[in-house]
Every structure is written in C-alpha cells, then in structure tokens.
C-alpha cells in the first residue's frame, strides 16, 4: 500500500495555456484543447539531467526539481500555444536551446528583481531611515514581499486569459487529487475533490517568501551591494529548504498540525485557482491518463 501511495503521489503538474501538463515519473504529458474543439497530447520523457542521483540528495534536489520545472514549464506553454491558436502542432518543434535560455533568464531576472530586490530597495530607502535594527529590517523587507507576491496574484488573475489558465489549474489539482485516491479518471469522480492541492507551486512559492523572511534575518544589515548579492546567491539554498518543507508536509498531510500550517498555503490557491468547466477537466484528464500510460509502458520496456 505504501509503494502505491508514492506511486499516485509522483504525478503533479501546472496549467499551459488552454491545457494541463502533468509530470510523472519517467515523462510528462501535455493536453492542450484545438481550436476545432479536440484535445490534442503529446509525451515526452523527462530531461535526463534532472532525474540523475542528485535528486534524491535534500535540499540539493530542490534547486534540481525547480530548474526542471522551469525547463518542462516553459516547453508545455510552447507547445500549448501553437495547439490553441491551431498552428501544426503535429510536427516536434523544440525550442533552440538558446532562445530557452534566454527566455529562463528573462524570467528568472523579472521575478528576482520584482519580488527580491524591489523589496529591499525600498525598504532600505524608507524603512531603515527610521530604525537601524536589523531584524525589523529584515522582516519589514518580508512582509513587503508577501504584500508584492499577493498584489501581483491579484492583478494578474484579473485578466480574462489568465482566468482560463486558472480554471485549468484547478482542473490539474483535481485530477491529481482524483488519481493520489485511486478512484477512475472519470469527470464525475474529479468533480468531488477541491481545487487546492497541498504540493502546488503557489504552496511553494509562499513557501520561499517565508522561508526567506527567515534566512535574511540572520544576515543582518550589511551594505546594500552586498545585500542585493545575497537576496540572488541565496536563492538557491532558500528554494532548497522550501521544497523540503513542501516534501514533509505533503509525507505528513494525515497529521493535524501539519494540516493546520497548511492552511495558508492552501487558502493562497484561491487567487490562482477557479471553478473549471467541464471541457477543462476533460483536457486535465486526458493529460493524466497519458502520463499514466506512458510511464506504464517505459516501466515495461526497462523491465523486460
């Protein structure tokens, strides 16, 4: 029973764009919804570099499962858009490994500068005016980065495209939930579980803004170069340290404190989440049920 928990835990994923990604164990799936109205898959085998033994190694393997996730994410929303705006999308169009690295670094920098630095600078040209205390500092620069993190959700999931892709996060979530009960991928039983999943990304990155809270605590106050430098290098040890907290409180979800700290985490996907259709959930199964079949048969090729 225990192997088959871990078995139905090893599948999450995110939404693309008019469809849902899932991750398995050996490939990850994409669906994604044609403009004619059919539901258009594709597999792919996880990238080699990121299943090797550093991944079992913690706080190692958060830095590892969060480049993957970054490399899978940004190649499903490739592919989801040209399906959805009914480009050829039976054709393997890859994206060249430079233009993916410089749309990673785009982004990577936006969301550094937006919810690291721009913090700090503003907290050290208005708040340490005032006081020169190091923690009320640090935690001051905390707290403005929640309020930035919950600003950006909140404007973002104004926008008419962006609701859709959170309708079909919602749908992820509940065909994950759907398959981690053992019950058939079927619209009726997905329908009956929650639109929060306790492994979600969003967990994870309110996880890193507390997370960091803490760490940039014991770091004092030094010269703001010096701080900047550290709200980047240190990214690396903070998502490290999150996804292991992410790791314990989804081993541990049965227990009552466990799910009690989780609360915040769960009540933060209400921004990013919303009631799917029953066309969304349709896509969000069938990119399930293609993980599912696609690690079954890689089981069998290495098993033979």
Same mark, same amino acid.
């Given at each position: 029973m225990a192997q088959?928990?871990? $078995?139905?835990?090893?599948?999450?994923? $995110?939404? %693309?764009?008019?469809?849902?990604?899932?991750?398995?164990?050996? *490939?990850?799936?994409?669906?994604?919804?044609?403009?004619?109205?059919? &539901?258009?898959?594709?597999?792919?085998p996880v990238p080699s570099w990121s299943v090797n033994r550093w991944r079992r190694i913690p706080f190692i393997r958060g830095t590892l499962v969060l480049s993957e996730s970054l490399v899978v994410g940004m190649r499903a929303l490739t592919w989801s858009a040209q399906v959805a705006s009914g480009e050829n999308d039976d054709d393997e $169009?890859?994206?060249? +490994?430079?233009?993916?690295? *410089?749309?990673?670094?785009?982004?990577?920098?936006?969301?550094v500068g937006l919810f690291f630095i721009l913090p700090l600078l503003i907290t050290a040209g208005f708040v340490d005016r005032f006081t020169d205390n190091s923690i009320l500092s640090n935690t001051a620069e905390g707290v403005l980065r929640l309020v930035i993190f919950f600003l950006y959700l909140g404007l973002i999931g104004m926008m008419p495209s962006i609701k859709r892709v959170f309708g079909y996060h919602a749908a992820e979530h509940m065909a994950v939930h759907t398959h981690e009960a053992?019950?058939?991928?079927?619209? @009726?039983?997905?329908?009956? =579980? +929650?639109?929060?999943? +306790?492994?979600?990304?969003?967990? =994870?990155?309110?996880? *890193?803004?507390? %997370?960091?809270?803490? *760490?940039?605590?014991f770091l004092g106050t030094p010269d703001l170069p010096w701080r900047i430098a550290s709200r &980047?290098?240190?990214?690396?040890?903070?998502?490290?340290?999150?996804?292991?907290?992410?790791?314990?409180n989804a081993a541990h979800s049965a227990n009552a404190l466990v799910r009690a700290l989780s609360l915040p985490s769960l009540?933060?996907?209400?921004?990013?989440?919303?009631?799917?259709?029953? @066309? $969304?959930?349709? %896509?969000?199964?069938?990119?399930?049920?293609?993980?599912?079949?696609?690690?079954a048969a890689a089981e069998a090729a290495a098993a033979a």
């Amino acid at each position: 029973m225990a192997q088959a928990h871990r $078995q139905h835990s090893a599948y999450g994923g $995110q939404a %693309v764009i008019e469809g849902v990604m899932i991750r398995g164990r050996r *490939v990850y799936s994409i669906a994604a919804r044609h403009p004619t109205g059919a &539901i258009k898959t594709v597999v792919r085998p996880v990238p080699s570099w990121s299943v090797n033994r550093w991944r079992r190694i913690p706080f190692i393997r958060g830095t590892l499962v969060l480049s993957e996730s970054l490399v899978v994410g940004m190649r499903a929303l490739t592919w989801s858009a040209q399906v959805a705006s009914g480009e050829n999308d039976d054709d393997e $169009q890859p994206i060249p +490994p430079a233009a993916l690295a *410089v749309t990673l670094a785009l982004s990577l920098g936006l969301g550094v500068g937006l919810f690291f630095i721009l913090p700090l600078l503003i907290t050290a040209g208005f708040v340490d005016r005032f006081t020169d205390n190091s923690i009320l500092s640090n935690t001051a620069e905390g707290v403005l980065r929640l309020v930035i993190f919950f600003l950006y959700l909140g404007l973002i999931g104004m926008m008419p495209s962006i609701k859709r892709v959170f309708g079909y996060h919602a749908a992820e979530h509940m065909a994950v939930h759907t398959h981690e009960a053992a019950l058939p991928l079927e619209r @009726g039983n997905v329908r009956r =579980f +929650p639109a929060a999943h +306790p492994r979600c990304g969003t967990a =994870f990155l309110l996880t *890193v803004m507390i %997370v960091s809270i803490i *760490v940039f605590v014991f770091l004092g106050t030094p010269d703001l170069p010096w701080r900047i430098a550290s709200r &980047i290098v240190l990214i690396p040890v903070i998502a490290g340290v999150s996804y292991e907290v992410i790791r314990l409180n989804a081993a541990h979800s049965a227990n009552a404190l466990v799910r009690a700290l989780s609360l915040p985490s769960l009540a933060l996907q209400s921004f990013t989440t919303r009631p799917p259709d029953d @066309g $969304q959930i349709e %896509v969000a199964i069938a990119a399930m049920n293609a993980a599912i079949e696609a690690d079954a048969a890689a089981e069998a090729a290495a098993a033979a």
